[in-house]
């Protein structure tokens, strides 16, 4: 709750997801360029996918009397990130892939 009120608790939630799972793959990613020394990059795969869905949704129009009903379109994204490295000492192929919150 902040500041008593549950008015934006859902926006500041999902903000907080948001921000905390992009600066976790930063934090990854970093730590990757840092063993950069035993490691060698293989493969970086950057993929976002969106979904575009009209619905009718209700709304207040204006300072009318009633909702109204508009045709709206929804916009779901999503964003994954994969990394495929080589330790140089043994060889071995490792796979790091994961969504990242959108």
């Known amino acids: 709750m902040i500041d008593g009120r549950m008015d934006h608790f859902w926006e500041y939630a999902g903000s907080s ?13 970093q730590r990757l360029q840092q063993s950069a020394g035993d490691l060698r990059l293989i493969l970086f795969v950057k993929q976002r996918m969106y979904d575009e869905t009209p619905l009718k949704v209700r709304h207040a129009k204006g300072r009318t009397k009633g909702p109204a009903q508009a045709i709206t379109k929804v916009l779901q994204t999503r964003y994954r990130l994969g990394v495929v490295v080589k330790v140089k000492a043994t060889g071995e192929l490792l796979c790091f892939a994961g969504w990242a919150p959108t």
């Open 17 to 29: 997801v948001v921000e905390s799972g992009a600066a976790q793959w930063a934090l990854f990613l």
